[in-house]
């Protein structure tokens, strides 16, 4: 472990009693209210090459050429990062956003459009996080796919039961350019242009991992007891648990068997990672990408026959679990471009055939 993390890992047992520390904020001037329609999706408007490569590409095996030349210029949903609750541990999961643009994410698409933070507390309200990723999809014309890490994550399975109804009927647009809510609880939506409640909307991919344990006997998380963390609604579409083997803190042992499920109409994938992975630093993974040889097997790793990781002399901590993760944002940011290029295709094809 370098310095850097000793520090962190020492700074972290001397907060286990505290508080956590929600990032910093400000404030940048924004126009507030709905976006006029056609505005967000005119933002993710593509030329013919660029779109007829991006709908060629197979989602489940996606290139690092395919990410750096296509994806990376083509519509981009944001990614939502939230981290532990005990202060350090926010940089752990600040070094996944590096290794994220590591392996060729638009670093815009990760960092807070308002403050520039790379990841958001579990502190922040369930609702003001909805209500963000309302004014994202209406403003950007993709939904963004979530990850979280232990609080994070429980935040996230939170967020998730905001979206679906089930503990709201409300929930207002969070402008993160002002740091405040919008006088609405509804959007515009960026492909049919009507207007719409943020409640509803669903979430193409949401992970989480070491979530649950002791962090549920804390008070802002009592209500995802009684097993309601591991019941995943149906506002998102694809959702994926990791657990280690060993985990004190989330209570997680080997061979607990399926620890998420679905309550209807969401997959739900369960991974176990191995014993030996620490649960404060499983997201620490920004030196993956800087190794030649372990970002080419991140890029051809596939969930269902994963490979033998390189045996070069490298540092391949977190290997397995950055891996996984990055094969399913692949995924989903392919899917999500591709639907909004065919969008953008049969708006031009309606508009072309209407009288003029």
Request: some cysteine; glycine content about 8%; proline content about 8%.
């Amino acid at each position: 472990m370098t310095p850097a993390w000793r520090a962190v890992a020492l700074a972290l047992a001397l907060a286990l009693t505290l508080a956590g520390c929600a990032g910093l904020r400000g404030a940048v001037p924004a126009a507030s209210g709905p976006i006029p329609y056609a505005s967000a999706a005119a933002r993710q408007g593509v030329d013919d090459q660029l779109a007829a490569s991006i709908l060629q590409i197979d989602p489940q095996q996606v290139s690092d050429r395919e990410v750096r030349e296509l994806l990376a210029k083509g519509p981009t949903p944001r990614i939502v990062n939230l981290h532990g609750g005990i202060y350090p541990v926010h940089l752990v999961m600040e070094s996944f956003s590096r290794f994220l643009v590591g392996m060729g994410y638009p670093l815009d698409k990760i960092r807070h459009p308002g403050d520039g933070r790379l990841s958001h507390s579990p502190y922040e309200s369930s609702l003001q996080i909805a209500g963000t990723l309302a004014w994202y999809y209406e403003t950007e014309g993709l939904m963004p796919m979530l990850v979280g890490h232990s609080q994070g994550g429980i935040q996230i399975v939170k967020v998730l039961y905001v979206l679906d109804g089930n503990d709201v009927a409300e929930v207002p647009v969070w402008n993160p350019l002002l740091d405040a809510a919008e006088p609405r609880a509804t959007i515009r939506d960026p492909f049919s242009g009507a207007e719409r409640p943020v409640v509803g909307l669903k979430v193409p991919f949401a992970s989480v991992v070491g979530a649950g344990g002791a962090a549920l006997l804390l008070p802002n998380q009592w209500e995802m007891g009684g097993g309601r963390l591991q019941r995943i609604p149906d506002s998102v579409i694809d959702f994926t648990g990791y657990a280690l083997g060993v985990d004190l803190i989330a209570w997680d042992l080997p061979g607990s068997g399926a620890r998420y499920r679905p309550l209807g109409s969401a997959k739900v994938r369960n991974v176990e990672l191995p014993a030996d992975y620490s649960h404060v630093f499983v997201a620490a993974t920004a030196h993956l990408a800087r190794e030649p040889a372990l970002r080419d097997w991140i890029n051809a790793y596939r969930p269902e026959h994963p490979a033998d990781p390189p045996q070069e002399q490298s540092n391949t901590t977190n290997l397995l679990w950055a891996a996984d993760v990055w094969h399913d944002i692949k995924k989903h940011w392919t899917l999500e471009a591709q639907k909004t290029i065919r969008a953008q295709h049969a708006r031009a094809a309606t508009q072309a055939l209407a009288p003029h």
